[in-house]
């Protein structure tokens, strides 16, 4: 269910929402290789009109589920964006559009989640990678001396 205010309620006081929206919803759950949002966006939204605006303000918090940029393994990201500001015009040419004096606030929240995703999500700092195994075998063996053919070494010998 999309998140929706009422614009007429909000002539009489501030509005308050908390509650989740489904990751279906905000429409992110494809598309990305190492970040995939499944689990739902718990939100706690304060709704406020300010003349001819309405600022909505808040925190959203979801959790990622990634896979490590460097090694893939998959961790969970805990996705937190404590003070979400967003401040809708209800007049003018960036006016937001209005259907029953209803203003849909979950596109908003889709960029602004989506913006929030780690670019190159590491499962720790310090993570170093998938492990090198040919340079690992090679570290291990003592490279043997190659053996001269007498006749090449001679060759080597001559200058042009």
């Given at each position: 269910m999309p998140l929706v205010i009422n614009i007429r309620h909000l002539e009489e006081k501030?509005?308050?929402?908390?509650?989740e929206i489904a990751a279906e919803e905000l429409?992110?759950?494809?598309?990305?290789?190492?970040?995939?949002?499944?689990?739902p966006v718990r939100y706690d939204l304060t709704v406020h009109q300010a003349g001819r605006n309405v600022l909505?303000?808040?925190r959203l918090e979801a959790g990622l589920d990634c896979e490590c940029a460097r090694c893939?393994?998959?961790?969970?990201?805990?996705?937190?964006?404590?003070e979400w500001v967003l401040h809708l015009p209800l007049e003018g040419?960036?006016?937001?559009?209005?259907?029953?004096?209803?203003?849909?606030?979950t596109p908003f929240l889709r960029e602004d989640i989506l913006l929030e995703f780690p670019q190159h999500p590491l499962c720790t700092e310090d993570c170093a990678g998938l492990p090198n195994r040919l340079n690992a075998s090679k570290k291990t063996e003592t490279p043997a001396p190659t053996p001269v053919a007498p006749a090449w070494a001679e060759l080597n010998k001559l200058k042009f």
């Amino acid at each position: 269910m999309p998140l929706v205010i009422n614009i007429r309620h909000l002539e009489e006081k501030d509005l308050h929402f908390e509650g989740e929206i489904a990751a279906e919803e905000l429409e992110l759950a494809a598309g990305e290789d190492l970040v995939r949002l499944r689990q739902p966006v718990r939100y706690d939204l304060t709704v406020h009109q300010a003349g001819r605006n309405v600022l909505v303000s808040g925190r959203l918090e979801a959790g990622l589920d990634c896979e490590c940029a460097r090694c893939l393994k998959p961790f969970v990201f805990n996705l937190q964006v404590p003070e979400w500001v967003l401040h809708l015009p209800l007049e003018g040419e960036e006016k937001v559009d209005l259907k029953n004096d209803m203003v849909d606030l979950t596109p908003f929240l889709r960029e602004d989640i989506l913006l929030e995703f780690p670019q190159h999500p590491l499962c720790t700092e310090d993570c170093a990678g998938l492990p090198n195994r040919l340079n690992a075998s090679k570290k291990t063996e003592t490279p043997a001396p190659t053996p001269v053919a007498p006749a090449w070494a001679e060759l080597n010998k001559l200058k042009f």
